[in-house]
């Protein structure tokens, strides 16, 4: 069956920097877009950002732009999320989840499976 296992989160000081990843398995990773959403406490789930299955297109979502970076090893079958400049608006459980094909979406809805999230806290 299709697990995603996420790791990486944890307490960073205001402008440092994390590295979430993300572990796959029980599908051919490479066939599938994959994304992170976060969600901050008390707020809905926020789509952050996304990768073709075959690594040729990523997006972000306008809040990370320029300070977030999505990759992915297809040999590895792991998704990652370089943070840098954290901000303590960066403070969510981040998740990663799967599309439904190569391509990815910025709706969340459109995701069929994700893991169950990692913690970021971004404080001093």
């Known amino acids: 069956q299709v697990q995603l296992v996420e790791s990486g989160g944890g307490l960073a000081q205001p402008g440092g920097s994390l590295r979430l990843s993300c572990a796959a398995s029980g599908f051919t990773f490479g066939n599938y877009g994959m994304s992170w959403a976060r969600q901050a406490p008390g707020k809905g789930l926020e789509w952050v950002s996304g990768i073709y299955g075959d690594g040729s297109a990523t997006y972000y979502a306008d809040s990370v732009k320029g300070r977030f970076t999505i990759s992915r090893d297809n040999a590895k079958n792991t998704l990652y999320l370089q943070m840098n400049s954290l901000k303590p608006e960066d403070t969510a459980l981040y998740f990663c989840?799967?599309?439904?094909?190569?391509?990815?979406?910025?709706?969340?809805?459109?995701?069929?499976?994700w893991g169950q999230g990692t913690q970021v806290t971004v404080s001093s």
């Open positions: 989840a799967k599309g439904q094909g190569n391509s990815i979406a910025t709706i969340v809805h459109e995701y069929d499976y």
